[in-house]
C-alpha cells in the first residue's frame, strides 16, 4: 500500500556503491607483467597439470598444460606464435 506522497519502496534492497578516488586511482592503475613472471607461471601450471595429484582429473591435466603451452608462446614475438597439439594435447 502506498500512502500518498510517499514514494513506493522497490521490492528489493538497493545498495549504492561510492568509490573514493583513491579507490579509483588504484583501480585505474595499469599492472604489468614481465616475460619472466609469465614463464613461471608456464611452469607452475605446467607442473600442476603433470601432478599426479590430479591423475582423477584428465580434462584439469590438458586444461593447465594446454595454458602453459599457450602462455610459452604467447611470449614470444608475434612471428612465432604457433601452439603445436598432438593428440589433443599441447607438445
Known amino acids: 500500500m502506498v500512502v500518498e506522497g510517499t514514494p513506493e519502496k522497490p521490492s528489493h534492497s538497493r545498495r549504492q556503491a561510492v568509490m573514493t578516488t583513491e579507490e579509483f586511482e588504484t583501480m585505474a592503475t595499469k599492472h604489468y607483467i614481465t616475460i619472466s613472471e609469465i614463464m613461471h607461471l608456464a611452469a607452475r601450471l605446467e607442473n600442476r597439470g603433470s601432478s599426479v595429484v590430479l591423475n582423477d582429473q584428465p580434462e584439469t591435466q590438458s586444461d593447465m598444460k594446454l595454458a602453459a603451452a599457450l ?13 603445436e597439439i598432438e593428440n589433443g594435447r599441447p607438445n
Open 71 to 83: 602462455l610459452r608462446q604467447l611470449s614470444k614475438p608475434t612471428t612465432q606464435w604457433a601452439v
